[in-house]
């Protein structure tokens, strides 16, 4: 059972919202004898295995992991499966685990679980089940990307750096609908980037990670807010390194940027405004580099004008003047991915043989086979 559907009731009500199946007994636990360093290395399957038989026994009746995939600052995600469903469909673990009440090395966060409830798109990844483990720590069971995120799509699968412009095209209209229909909600993701969209069996992109997201619900759409560095430091829009003031009706394009980032990424293997060269966590180094530096198409990979286009006006560092997501989904690249999607590129080859060989049996990839 998750928690309520009222953002107040996250705190109040956490110790009385979990499914009688997964409650812990907590007189079977001795917390003065047990104990685990502030250092142990949770990403370790069996590690994760013996903090879960202390501090949630009943977990392995129900689940079993199979693979460490991926961490940061706001949980470690396993890929796992169900014991009691009797089949083999995986699903994504995410724990969020404190190890230590002076120090935690992953940051709790309900909110993400209160706002991923909300959402039910096909583009975004479903929360399943929520289960409390101890104090304030966690773990929410969702679905599974089948080829992982996008970095891992093209650092384990494809081997290279950069996606073709017409695969780029076929994942770029589902990921902005995605968010559009975030917007309508007021809420917003704010951290759009590689590593949170994840390709499933049928190489449907799925948003994921919503512990960055807020909610614009409380405002009306010509109020002003001021919000605070949020998401990843080179996906960041210049109006949140800057600490801007911007009316609400313009927040989307906040996601816009980002998006704008992800894309350019995946199609060139590079970031915009030279800003490889610089530590994702560097803002300040970040906006003086988008002050300093234009906005540059490589010229190592072929792509068409459209596209560069597109890119120009999603990654306006000017927000009044880039796209919204609606200015998005009208644009020409968008809406004609169909007629892209048959143009030769000097990157399909490759990826297509590949993309055949491990989607054998998806029918909307045939036109992508050349």
């Known amino acids: 059972m ?98 230590s009440k002076e120090k935690r090395n992953i940051r709790n966060n309900y909110h993400e679980i209160y706002y991923q409830k909300k959402l039910h798109h096909i583009n975004i990844s479903e929360i399943l089940a929520f289960y409390k483990i101890e104090d304030k720590s966690y773990f929410s069971v969702s679905e599974f990307g089948k080829f992982g995120n996008l970095d891992n799509f093209l650092h384990n699968f494809l081997k290279r750096r950069f996606l073709s412009e017409s695969f780029i095209n076929y994942l770029s209209k589902p990921i902005l609908e995605s968010l559009y229909y975030m917007h309508r909600k007021k809420l917003y993701h704010m951290d759009v980037k590689k590593g949170n969209l994840v390709l499933d069996v049928e190489m449907n992109p799925k948003l994921i990670d919503f512990s960055s997201c807020i909610s614009f619900e409380k405002y009306t759409p010509e109020q002003e807010i001021q919000l605070s560095k949020i998401g990843t430091g080179r996906y960041m829009a210049p109006e949140l390194l800057n600490h801007e003031k911007i009316e609400v009706k313009y927040g989307d394009k906040i996601d816009v940027y980002s998006f704008g980032i992800t894309i350019y990424n995946l199609a060139f293997g590079t970031y915009p405004y030279q800003l490889n060269s610089v530590q994702s966590n560097d803002y300040d180094k970040i906006l003086e580099k988008l002050k300093e530096e234009p906005l540059e198409i490589p010229n190592n990979v072929e792509v068409s004008n459209m596209f560069k286009d597109f890119l120009k006006k999603v990654l306006e560092l000017d927000y009044k003047k880039r796209y919204s997501i609606k200015d998005a989904l009208e644009d020409p690249w968008i809406k004609g991915w169909n007629i892209i999607a048959n143009e030769k590129d000097n990157t399909g080859i490759q990826e297509n043989f590949i993309i055949r060989l491990i989607s054998d049996n998806i029918p909307k990839f045939n036109q992508y086979i050349k």
């Open 2 to 99: 998750l928690y309520e559907e009222k953002e107040k009731d996250i705190e109040d009500n956490k110790n009385n919202n979990q499914s009688n199946e997964t409650k812990i007994n907590n007189n079977t636990l001795n917390k003065n004898i047990i104990t685990f360093p502030e250092n142990y290395d949770l990403t370790q399957i069996e590690n994760m295995n013996n903090y879960l038989d202390i501090y949630q026994p009943t977990f392995k009746n129900n689940f079993e992991l199979i693979e460490y995939l991926d961490s940061g600052s706001t949980g470690i995600v396993y890929k796992g499966k169900s014991k009691t469903k009797g089949n083999n469909q995986q699903y994504a673990f995410k724990f969020c685990i404190k190890l």
